[in-house]
């Protein structure tokens, strides 16, 4: 049987193990919080916790940079130069420069004018807009009793079939079903008669 003092430290330690979670799950659902220097923090999927900024720390100066590297991007950004309104940034995770434009908040790894950029929204927002989607999943199938893994939130709300689910029976087996006659004749592959007719017209 427990003490009146060892009960009063189990229930201090439990309150202290609940404020710690409790801390460290708003820490990582705050969108926008990231490490400085993980490599990681522009996936919209990732979300820094203690290890990234621990292991991470400030990531890589600009000072320290390859000069080839440097060379590339002033001979890009002489070619391509960047639109009103767009900003270069260099990123310590990823080591490299990317290009921002603040007013729409798009972003992109070349510059914009470059013929290979690929221009698309800011990880932030589009972890903000994941973050609520599946919020809102699971609001919905807890009402259900439903219970799905961390990364169904993805899958829209419909009836869940099987792995055959939309296939035709032919697709299934893979036979030729315009084939007639006996099983053998219905295989995907040629009959090993064909086979060795093939072989001895190729001989000849």
């Not at 923090?41 to 000072?63: A, I, M, R, T």
């Not at 639109?83 to 940034?89: A, R, T």
């Not at 990317?98 to 929204?121: F, K, Q």
């Not at 259900?144 to 893994?149: A, E, K, R, V």
Request: positive net charge; charged residues 20%.
């Amino acid at each position: 049987m427990m003490s009146n003092s060892d009960l009063n430290e189990e229930i201090i330690a439990e309150s202290y193990d609940s404020e710690l979670t409790t801390g460290l799950q708003k820490k990582n659902e705050a969108v926008g919080s990231f490490a400085v220097g993980c490599p990681n923090k522009w996936n919209p999927y990732h979300y820094c916790v203690q290890f990234c900024y621990d292991y991470w720390k400030d990531g890589l100066s600009e000072k320290k940079l390859p000069q080839k590297y440097t060379e590339q991007r002033l001979k890009a950004l002489k070619k391509y130069p960047l639109p009103s309104g767009w900003k270069e940034v260099y990123d310590p995770g990823c080591a490299r420069h990317y290009y921002w434009c603040p007013r729409t908040d798009e972003v992109s790894w070349l510059p914009p004018r470059h013929p290979l950029a690929v221009i698309g929204d800011a990880a932030p927002k589009v972890s903000k807009g994941l973050f609520v989607l599946k919020k809102i999943f699971y609001q919905i199938n807890s009402t259900q009793n439903i219970h799905f893994s961390s990364l169904d939130f993805l899958i829209t709300v419909q009836d869940i079939g099987t792995w055959s689910s939309g296939l035709h029976a032919h697709d299934k087996t893979g036979a030729d079903v315009t084939a007639s006659g006996p099983l053998f004749q219905q295989r995907p592959y040629p009959a090993p008669g064909a086979v060795l007719r093939k072989q001895q017209q190729q001989r000849q």
